[in-house]
């Protein structure tokens, strides 16, 4: 178990006691929106990241809903 930090906008966010497997993959998925855990990062970049996998996500959904259906 491990916590993830981060910081936007000046203020330190933390997520305690996250699996390991499951933070270091939060973990490269932030860096891949340049978001990362060692410096200030803007609100809005967490946003487009945010939106970036929810998109992600609803595609997956279809994609589930699609195989079912068939």
């Known amino acids: 178990m ?3 930090a981060l910081t936007i906008n000046g203020i ?3 997520a305690k006691n996250l699996d390991d497997e ?3 993959h ?3 998925l932030l860096e ?3 978001i990362h855990s060692n410096r200030d990062n803007a609100a809005e970049k967490l946003f487009l990241a945010y939106l970036r ?3 992600q996500n ?3 959904e ?3 809903e699609g195989i079912i259906e068939e």
């Open 32 to 34: 891949e929106s340049d």
């Open 58 to 60: 609803y595609n997956y």
């Open 2 to 4: 491990r916590d993830l």
């Open 12 to 14: 330190r966010f933390k």
């Open 62 to 64: 279809k994609e589930i």
């Open 22 to 24: 499951f933070a270091a």
């Open 53 to 55: 996998l929810a998109a």
């Open 26 to 28: 939060v973990e490269k």
